[in-house]
Structures are given as C-alpha cells and as structure tokens.
C-alpha cells in the first residue's frame, strides 16, 4: 500500500510539472514562426516586429482606402505580428460615415480619421478613443523615438495623447511657384530658365509683356500670358502671398490678424490687379472650372500659371505627347516681391503634425496588442516595410542603404495606383514620417527615390521657401458653434471680394474694393474671431513647451 500511495504522488507531480510546462510556452519568443533571426526579437529592442503571438483580427477604418488586407505586404504584416486587418472605407462621405459611428456606438478598433476637423475633438469628447500615454510608455519605445516632439504638439488641451499623427515631421519638398513654359522662358530669358535664380515681380511683369509680344498667337489661338484656377484660388494666392513672404495670420504686434489687413497684402492685390488690367492675365480666370483650366495649359497657349509644381502634372503629359520633350512642359520657378529676401519667401507651408489622426477605440478587443502593431508600423522598420515592400522582393540592402528594384519603380511610373494594389507598397500609407531614414534614403520610396524632372526643378528654385505652418493650423472656432457661422461668414466675404479686387478696372477700384472687404469683414465681427485664435494660439504655444 505505501509503495502504490508513492508511485501515484510522484505520477501526480510529473503531472503537474508536465502541465506548468505546457502552459508557460505560449508566453515564451515562437522561433519557429519568425522568418529570421532578428525577427524573433521584441519591440522593445528598437525597430523589431513583435513577438508572434495569437492571431488576432481588428477593424481598421481607413478614408483612404478600402482594399483587402491580402496583398504582400499585408501578409507580411500579419506574418510578423499575428494580426490580420479588416480595413473599412466608407461607400460615401467619410466624415457622415464616422459621425454615424460615433453616435450609433458602432466602432472599429481602429480608426483613421482628418486631424484638422472637428470630428476628431468629437471622438475626444465622446470618450470614443482611448488616451494613449500609458500604452506609448509602455509598448512603444519606437513610437517615441520616431515621433519626438510631434506628441507633444498633437495632444489634447488636456495634455493627452488620443492619436498618432500621419504623414508626420516637415516634409522639405517644395509646394507652390510661378510655373512657367520652360522652352519659351530658354528664348525670352535663358540665364533663367534651368531655375535656381529668382525673378523678382518687375522681371516677371516684363517676362510676359515679352512673350504677348512675341507670341500673340499660338496655333491660330490667342495667348494667355498667366491664368489661374478659379477652383483653387488657396493654390493661387498662396503663390502670390509666397512672394512677399507673409504666412497664414498677419502679426501685429504680437498678435495674429487675417491676413488680409497685412499691408503686403494689399501691395500684392494691387501687383495682380495690375496684371489683369494690362492684358496680361485671363480675362475668364475667375470662373475658369479646373477642366477648363486644365484644358488651356494642354493646348499650349498659356506661358504660366501660380500653384503647386504637381497640379500641372496632367497637362505637362499632354504637352510632352505634342512633341517638344520636357522643355515644352510648365517647371515651378520663384518670383520675389520687392524688400522680400529670396529666402524669406513662404512658397511652401509644411504642416508638420500630419494629415491623418489614428486612434484606438475604447471597444478595441486588445489595445494592447494594438499598441504592439501600432509601435512596429511606426518604427523605421515598420516604415520602410509600408513604403518599400519587403526585403529581396521589392529592394535589396546595397553597401547599408535600401535600394529599390528597377522594375518596381517603373511600375510605379507606369500605373502608380495598380501597383500599389498589387504589392502593397505604399498602399498602407499608416503613421508616415516625411523625410529620411537612417540610411539616408527616403522612407516614401515611391514618391521620393527616383524624382520627376519638375519635382527637382521645384526643389533647385524652391527649398528654401519652405516652412512650418503648424503653430497657425486650425486655429478657428469650433465647428457647430455660433462663431463658426461667424468665421464662415468672413471667409464668404473674402472669397467674393478677392476676385473682384482683382478684376477691378483700376488700381483706385482695386483699393476701394479692399477697403469694402475690410468693412464688410469688420461688420462680420472678425475682431472676436481673431480673439479666439489669439487664444487658441498661446494655448497651443504653451502646450508646446
């Protein structure tokens, strides 16, 4: 009897061992499930996917896109995490989709949503999305590396972290310039014409009285010296005011006003009401559709024309196809107002807290393996995975620096939306970081590896004008308050005002037409909006600290 009651306690404690065993291994690294050595390791050790763990679905509301988490690098994803995304894209309007979310309680686990709008302090204020300082400290170290002081000035005036910026830091890539005909610029001003030598406005004047002289007709069709697009008057007088160099408020005195009342302000009305009065602007400009606008800049007839280097990317292709190679194409240029230094110019505001907001929803299943994802996409590795695909697939490491594969960049160049559908590359644009990584190449390879020739000639005229316009950024009332339809109120005078100053038949018209816009906006009550950006503004200057 001793030696049967023996036998049986020693069985049990075999047992038992056995199953305290068994039981501890699904915490331990999976070696088998990680595809090399340097995988197995933990987020923790900088930049690494985490460890494999359970498969895990979450739900992913992206208004960016709504394909099917399948393609390569999604399966790469899934493969060094575990987790399988379900992405969920509105059929209509992302914004009435994301407040029928929020009041139904019908949330995804994450969700992508603008970081300007309103939408986002309603999820905050709802209590829809989690805070995430506790999971930052806790589960991501890459986070904080990566983003730096971005998550100080993203957080809520409670001092919170509720999201993480996308398309995040200062993207140093020009934004707007004077785009002019490269080949006719080689005949009326050659010194001038491979960029990188400002023009200043009497220059610019002179250039197109040069060219309506020389060129009266193109084709059997009348010239157009300069047009713009009516659609985009942001584009347009966001080139003019880059020329004397103002930004997004005039500062007086320490504080921020439109920036209309800038007295510069008024000098570039009068310089552009001086080109439309003598024949040299688009007499149809300020109801020109952007097709129709478009349209002009392909037929060959227009010299130049204000915006972003990228918005006459349609129409250069046109151009090149006529015949005359990439000379006949429109190239950004800087034209500089008098008393402007060239390098005080504000050609290019750059919003270094992001497009995007992602958030984790307080219904998330798992925030904290969330979190885990979350700090692997954001780590460099993370991003040059999102962004160049994986390794031996879609670019190899060539003497320490990530090189892409010829034909994936001429896939790109061929059809840019079907191959990130295919790949994978680029299609998952989650917390982005503009700029370069570690080894000194651009984490947005497509965009910024293998540059357009009117890509490098906006950053040969144009780099220096660059600058930081996120202290400024949606610094207005709150959206659905009185003083919302206050501010919209003044913004409806101005859009209706700015074309006819400029438009006026004389520059005495032209200034009464301001002055009338600046009384109108007064009557409006713009004094008590420019208090609340006022406030606005030091309590983001505070929380910056």
């Known amino acids: 009897m001793y030696k049967a009651t023996t036998l049986l306690l020693i069985s049990m404690m075999i047992l038992s061992l056995l199953a305290a065993c068994s039981g501890n291994t699904k915490n331990e690294p999976a070696a088998n499930n990680a595809p090399n050595s340097s995988e197995g390791a933990t987020a923790n050790e900088g930049g690494n996917a985490p460890e494999t763990e359970e498969p895990l679905k979450l739900t992913f509301f992206d208004k960016n896109t709504g394909d099917t988490f399948t393609n390569d690098v999604a399966k790469e994803i899934t493969k060094r995490t575990g987790i399988t995304l379900e992405i969920q894209q509105p059929t209509g309007n992302p914004a009435e989709k994301l407040n029928l979310m929020l009041a139904s309680n019908d949330l995804p686990d994450i969700i992508l949503m603008d970081r300007g709008s309103d939408i986002v302090n309603k999820y905050i204020a709802a209590g829809a999305i989690l805070p995430l300082n506790d999971l930052i400290d806790e589960l991501g170290p890459d986070i904080k590396t990566m983003y730096g002081d971005t998550l100080k000035k993203t957080r809520y005036k409670d001092g919170k972290n509720y999201y993480l910026s996308n398309w995040y830091g200062l993207d140093k890539d020009p934004v707007f310039g004077m785009n002019i005909r490269q080949d006719i610029l080689r005949e009326l001003a050659p010194d001038k014409a491979d960029g990188g030598v400002p023009f200043t406005t009497d220059e610019y004047l002179a250039l197109l009285k040069a060219f309506k002289a020389k060129y009266p007709q193109i084709d059997g069709k009348n010239t157009v010296p300069i047009t713009m697009n009516a659609e985009n008057m942001g584009a347009m007088l966001a080139t003019f005011k880059g020329m004397w160099g103002m930004k997004t408020y005039y500062e007086d005195n320490g504080q921020l006003k439109f920036d209309v009342k800038d007295p510069r302000y008024l000098e570039m009305l009068l310089y552009m009401n001086k080109l439309y009065t003598e024949g040299l602007m688009d007499k149809d400009w300020a109801i020109s559709k952007k097709q129709t606008w478009e349209q002009k800049l392909s037929n060959g ?138 080894d000194g190449t651009p984490y947005d390879m497509p965009g910024k590896y293998d540059r357009g020739t009117d890509a490098k000639m906006a950053t040969k005229s144009l780099l220096d004008s660059v600058w930081d316009s996120s202290p400024y950024d949606n610094l207005g009332p709150e959206g659905g308050t009185p003083d919302s339809l206050i501010n919209q109120k003044i913004q409806d005078i101005f ?51």
């Open 301 to 438: 007839f227009v010299f130049s024309s204000p915006g972003a280097y990228w918005d006459v990317g349609a129409s250069n292709t046109s151009l090149k196809k006529a015949g005359g190679g990439e000379e006949k194409q429109l190239f950004a240029y800087k034209v500089v107002a008098p008393g402007t230094d060239p390098a005080q110019t504000t050609f290019g505001p750059r919003g270094t807290m992001g497009w995007d907001a992602i958030a984790i929803s307080k219904t998330n299943k798992d925030p904290e393996r969330t979190m885990k994802l979350i700090n692997f996409l954001a780590s460099e590795e993370g991003q040059y995975l999102l962004l160049w695909g994986i390794e031996g697939v879609h670019w190899d490491m060539k003497d320490g620096k990530h090189v892409p594969k010829p034909e994936l960049i001429q896939q790109f160049k061929e059809d840019w939306d079907a191959t990130a559908k295919k790949t994978g590359v680029r299609k998952w644009a989650w917390f982005i970081k503009n700029g370069n990584g570690s």
């Open 495 to 545: 859009k209706q005002q700015i074309p006819k100053i400029i438009i006026s038949a004389s520059a005495n018209d032209a200034k009464a037409n301001y002055d009338k816009m600046l009384a109108d906006m007064k009557a409006a009550g713009d004094e008590k909006i420019e208090k609340i950006i006022n406030e606005k503004y030091q309590e983001r200057l505070e929380l910056w600290k």
